[in-house]
């Protein structure tokens, strides 16, 4: 499996023209936290918390199959956190506590 940094994930979800135009997100941690909670465990609940964390400044590896498998709302959310980190539209400390808030509603949920 090949493996790949954040940046070269980023760059592949660009590319991802079979699933159609992405939609804009004006604002897309609080949409990627609510997609997380509610789709956890699923893949791409995973998928977008590993994007937050990469995001953040974490070291997160990600593979070809990620972006296979990703749906059209996830590939949206994705694309829109990408943008949000490249425009630099939350600092590094807003990355991190949004990244902190859904892993503890996501350890909560594993609770029950």
Do not use: C
Not at 48 to 75: C, I, K, P, Q, Y
């Amino acid at each position: 499996m090949d493996h790949l940094s954040a940046t070269k994930f980023i760059a592949l979800l660009s590319l991802r023209v079979d699933l159609g135009r992405p939609r804009r997100i004006p604002d897309p941690l609080p949409k990627a936290n609510a997609i997380v909670i509610s789709d956890w465990p699923r893949r791409n609940a995973q998928l977008l918390l590993r994007l937050m964390r990469a995001l953040g400044g974490r070291d997160e590896v990600f593979s070809m199959r990620d972006v296979e498998g990703m749906s059209h709302e996830t590939l949206s959310v994705a694309m829109a956190l990408a943008a949000a980190g490249i425009n630099g539209s939350y600092s590094r400390s807003q990355w991190q506590a949004h990244t902190r808030l859904t892993e503890r509603a996501v350890r909560s949920l594993k609770k029950r």
